[in-house]
């Protein structure tokens, strides 16, 4: 089908919601005020509620209504007490009165909104232990069609269609078994599937990105899988389409990987969370890193579409628009973070706008019906590699607008100067390091010499999962992220299975670290507002006291320095919610991405986390209320409006506690 004739559909399409009063097809992500129908919200991903009831004037009266076990204890009770990850990643639902949820194992719980009691738990598919264990995801998908509900659910290599009602399968979903889809890919290289994430539904389609158990972004082989982005049928679970990650012979983007490496390259997943514009029929699909994603001799070229957010259409996943924020990615920096959609008035014209934040740091701002960027986005000269059989991108593109919501790249300047001594400190252990701007690539690891590349933001990100919410009424997008460097040092490969000349230099020490301290400024977390009307910066402000109280620094009568970890906010009418995170949350690790024993200075590093969830005032960024919660959040906030009073509902967890949910209320 033509790009053309797609155009005139969609344009149709517009034109029959314009007229018609009640749409044949109904979906949960019609928002009413005060529900919460898809894990972001609904499909616009704006973590965004219009409910009031909680104001900057009586918030100080929020309290603990109730906690629930997300643990399933009596399931584990069948399977003998099986054990279980700490990060329930879970963001329940509101739909018709009852919460949706996956439990730390990743099966649904439906339980009442006001008291937390369970209306009826998933079983496992079969009576076993592999059927029953899982990992937590971060939501489900609801679809209606009249009467007809279903919920879309994932758990491992599996597509499940539940009743809402009961929780139980429908048996004439799934070809080959009754109940459920089998995801694997079949392609060459695939592992099993998995997705910590939700599906996304979209008229009758279940869209589905995902990534695949045992793909890496590190290793020393460049032969993987794609993990294509799939469209399912919700009623059936027969598939209706899928997308190429990497374009095969003939398609477009093909000629960005040259030498033939389209053919043996892959990964490229979208494993965090896509958006629809459910009356263009659009799904907007943020993508990741290419296989090996810090030495890319063995891919040359820009590598299509990896490091792209991608528009398709919703019935036959064709590719409207598309734009790749890294060219050759050398970072791991993946699209992480929703594309969230809103309308905004740039220079008194409304423009339907999508955000996507990146791991570098940027939002970029595009005309979501057309791709159009909103603000001038660059392309910018950067520095290039010298490791041996690499050929860096020439540029890469900068917006223009918004500035960056995170620190980028690491000189000299940027490191810390608490006291004399601690900036000496700081300069003796980065001598031996490659520090730049950002973009700078992976450098040579050389024994005795050159360690590698700091580089900031780490491949954990300053924006991930977790970063962005925006508020339709002001224009605002609220970005929390996560200041921390890596090293990046490559050298030849060693092992007898390679098929890449160099990978990541396992000799190559981590992050380097003071008694724990990272050796850069503050703040190590924060939240920022940017002014999505203007493009400019409203404020930004430290999340969290962080290691104020570190042996080093506590008499220095320090502001908050802000907590290196990640977790999401939640925006109403009236404020901005935000937890401290969690130590149960992967990735959240001293200075960075390199592993590192706090038993080497014998000091406490729980600093990186906290058990406190905020509000803040929307317009300053200034804290009006906090409570703790013994735990730090691990999933998205919610909230919801339930005979006739608002609830706040959000996943907390940690190494020490059992994961659970929290609700509060007046």
């Known amino acids: 089908m033509s790009v053309r004739k797609n155009k005139l559909i969609r344009q149709f399409r517009i034109l029959l919601i314009s007229i018609v009063l009640v749409p044949l097809v109904i979906n949960a992500q019609t928002i009413e005020e005060g529900t919460w129908s898809y894990f972001g919200g609904d499909n616009n991903f704006n973590r965004y509620s219009p409910a009031d009831q909680i104001t900057a004037d009586n918030v100080d009266q929020l309290k603990i209504l109730w906690r629930r076990d997300a643990t399933a204890a009596s399931l584990r009770e069948n399977y003998n007490d099986m054990g279980f990850e700490k990060n329930l990643r879970s963001t329940p639902l509101l739909i018709d009165g009852v919460l949706y949820a996956p439990n730390i194992f990743g099966l649904v719980e439906a339980f009442d909104p006001a008291t937390g009691e369970t209306v009826w738990t998933q079983e496992p598919y079969q009576q076993t232990l592999l059927e029953a264990a899982g990992i937590s995801s971060r939501g489900i998908a609801h679809w209606q069609q009249g009467i007809d509900r279903r919920l879309m659910v994932v758990r491992g290599n599996y597509l499940y269609a539940l009743n809402p009602q009961t929780g139980e399968i429908f048996p004439d979903f799934g070809r080959e078994e009754p109940g459920r889809v089998n995801l694997t890919y079949s392609a060459p290289n695939a592992n099993n599937f998995a997705l910590t994430t939700s599906p996304l539904v979209i008229g009758n389609t279940a869209v589905l990105g995902g990534f695949l158990n045992g793909a890496g972004d590190g290793g020393s082989r460049k032969e993987a899988a794609p993990e294509n982005i799939r469209g399912f049928d919700v009623r059936t679970g027969d598939l209706k389409w899928e997308f190429n990650v990497v374009p095969r012979p003939g398609e477009f983007g093909y000629d960005t990987w040259e030498e033939g490496s389209a053919e043996w390259s892959g990964d490229i997943g979208s494993w965090c969370c896509m958006s629809a514009d459910d009356e263009l029929g659009i799904v907007y699909v943020p993508l990741g890193a290419p296989t090996s994603a810090y030495y890319g001799g063995h891919r040359p070229g820009d590598n299509l579409f990896a490091n792209s957010l991608v528009a398709l259409d919703a019935e036959t996943g064709e590719r409207i ?311 730090g959040t691990t999933g998205a906030p919610m909230t919801y409006m339930h005979e006739g009073k608002q609830y706040i509902v959000v996943a907390v967890s940690s190494r020490a506690t059992d994961p659970e949910w929290v609700a509060l209320g007046l």
Do not use: C
């Open 321 to 631: 628009w598309h734009f790749q924020m890294i060219h050759h990615d050398l970072w791991e920096y993946d699209n992480g973070s929703p594309p969230i959609l809103g309308d905004i008035t740039v220079n008194s014209r409304t423009i339907k706008a999508v955000m996507q934040a990146n791991k570098n740091g940027f939002v970029y701002v595009f005309d979501r019906t057309n791709g159009e960027p909103v603000w001038p986005i660059v392309e910018t000269p950067v520095p290039q590699s010298i490791v041996e059989g690499e050929v860096t991108s020439a540029t890469q593109p900068i917006p223009s607008k918004p500035p960056a919501f995170d620190r980028q790249g690491l000189t000299l300047e940027d490191l810390i100067n608490f006291t004399p001594a601690l900036r000496n400190q700081a300069l003796e252990l980065v001598e031996n390091f490659t520090l730049g701007p950002l973009y700078t690539p992976p450098s040579p690891w050389v024994e005795g010499g050159n360690q590698g590349t700091l580089t900031l933001p780490s491949t954990w990100g300053a924006g991930n999962w977790n970063t962005g919410a925006f508020d339709p009424e002001t224009g605002m997008y609220f970005a929390v992220s996560y200041t921390a460097a890596d090293n990046l040092g490559i050298a030849p490969t060693t092992s007898d299975s390679a098929t890449m000349t160099h990978t990541l230099a396992q000799r190559s020490p981590s992050t380097p670290v003071i008694q724990g301290l990272p050796l850069f400024k503050p703040p190590y977390g924060r939240v920022t507002a940017l002014n999505m009307n203007t493009g400019e910066l409203e404020w930004s402000v430290a999340n969290g006291d962080g290691p104020r109280d570190h042996p080093l620094l506590r008499e220095l009568d320090l502001p908050p320095l802000g907590i290196p970890n990640r977790p999401a906010p939640l925006v109403t009418k009236s404020l901005l919610f935000v937890g401290e995170g969690s130590d149960a949350v992967v990735g959240t690790v001293p200075g960075g991405g390199g592993a590192y024993d706090s038993a080497d200075t014998g000091y406490d590093e729980s600093w990186r986390w906290g058990t406190l969830f905020r509000a803040f005032d929307k317009s300053s960024g200034a804290t009006v209320f906090e409570i703790d919660l013994a735990a």
